[in-house]
C-alpha cells in the first residue's frame, strides 16, 4: 500500500487550500460582470471567511460577510483577519441564516447592501466543482483511492467528477450527522452533468463531536502528525481526515496494493481559533 498527499495547503496559506480552489471560477466570473463587491455566508470560525476577505483585498473587492451568530468582541483570529482585510461584517440570528439560499432573503440583502456577486456559504456551486476537479488534474501519480475532508459537499463533489470509473472516493465528514452530504452531492454532480460516476462514499465516523469540536486524542494525532511527517493539520477538517484514512489502513480496510491520494485541504489558521475557543 503506498500513501500520497496532495498539498493543496501549500498553494496559499491565506486563501486556504481548496477555498481557492472554489473562488477561483467565481472571481473570474465576478471580473466579468463588473462587479465591484463580494458578498457571502459563514460562521464564526469559517475558512472561507477569511479567504474570501483575503482574496477580496488583493483583487480590490468590497467584500462583506453575513455570520451567522451574535456579534462578539474581542473577535477571533479568523473575523480578525476578515475585518482587518476590509470585510465587512453582518450578524444574522440562526433561524435567518438558514434562509441564506431563499431569494426573498438575497433580494433584502440587494435593497440593504446594493449589487454585488453572491458567493454562496463554502464557496459552493457548480463553479466551485470546475475549480476543485483541477485538483486531481493536476496529480500525475497513478492511485485507486483518493480521500478530502467533507464541509459542504462540493470539494468531494469536484473531485469525483475528475475521476476514472475505476477509482473511488471517501469523503470525511467534519460535520456530525453529515450523511445529508450524500444527497448533496448526488445534486451537485447532477446539476454539473457528470454521470456516469466512480464509486464514493461519504464516512461519518471522525467527526469528534461535530463541525470545529475537537478531543485531547485529535489533538494528540495531530501533533504526532507533524513531527513524524513535518505536515501540520488543523482540528475542524483535514486533522479528522487523516485520523480517519489510518484507522481505517489500521484496520485493513483498503484492498492490498492499493494506492491511496489524501487532499491536504488547507485551513491550517483554523488552529488558532480553536485553541482559543477551548481555553
Not at 476537479?133 to 459537499?153: K, L, M, P, R, W
Not at 467534519?174 to 460516476?197: D, H, M, R, Y
Not at 489500521?250 to 484492498?255: N, R, S
Request: aromatic content about 12%; some cysteine.
Amino acid at each position: 500500500m503506498k500513501l500520497f498527499i496532495k498539498r493543496e495547503d501549500l498553494v496559499d496559506y491565506e486563501l486556504g487550500g481548496n477555498k481557492w480552489r472554489k473562488m477561483k471560477y467565481n472571481l473570474e466570473a465576478a471580473i466579468q460582470q463588473n462587479h465591484d463587491t463580494l458578498l457571502t455566508f459563514g460562521g464564526a470560525y469559517s475558512n472561507h471567511i477569511y479567504a474570501t476577505a483575503a482574496a477580496g483585498k488583493r483583487l480590490g473587492f468590497r467584500t462583506i460577510g453575513i455570520i451567522r451568530g451574535e456579534a462578539y468582541q474581542p473577535l477571533n483570529p479568523t473575523l480578525q483577519f476578515a475585518s482587518d482585510c476590509g470585510m465587512q461584517l453582518e450578524y444574522i440570528d440562526r433561524c435567518s441564516y438558514r434562509q441564506k439560499n431563499q431569494p426573498e432573503f438575497i433580494a433584502q440583502l440587494k435593497e440593504k447592501f446594493g449589487r454585488f456577486y453572491l458567493l454562496p456559504e463554502g464557496g459552493s456551486n457548480l463553479l466551485a466543482l470546475k475549480g476543485c476537479a483541477e485538483i486531481i488534474n493536476e496529480i500525475n501519480q497513478e492511485f485507486d483511492y483518493v480521500c478530502s475532508a467533507c464541509g459542504t459537499g462540493a470539494t468531494l463533489a469536484g473531485i469525483i467528477s475528475a475521476l476514472q470509473l475505476h477509482q473511488k472516493t471517501i469523503g470525511f465528514s467534519a460535520l456530525k450527522g453529515g450523511e445529508f452530504l450524500s444527497e448533496e452531492i448526488n445534486n451537485f454532480l447532477q446539476q454539473a452533468g457528470s454521470t456516469p460516476v466512480p464509486q464514493w462514499l461519504i464516512n461519518t465516523d471522525y467527526h469528534f463531536g461535530g463541525y470545529a469540536k475537537t478531543t485531547p486524542k485529535l489533538w494528540d494525532f495531530i501533533e504526532q502528525f507533524e513531527r513524524d511527517f513535518n505536515i501540520p493539520l488543523d482540528g475542524v477538517y483535514t486533522g479528522k481526515m487523516f485520523y480517519g484514512l489510518f484507522d481505517l489502513i489500521q484496520k485493513g480496510y483498503f484492498p492490498e496494493g492499493s494506492r491511496i491520494i489524501a487532499i491536504h485541504t488547507g485551513g491550517l489558521q483554523g488552529n488558532q481559533d480553536l485553541r482559543l475557543k477551548e481555553n
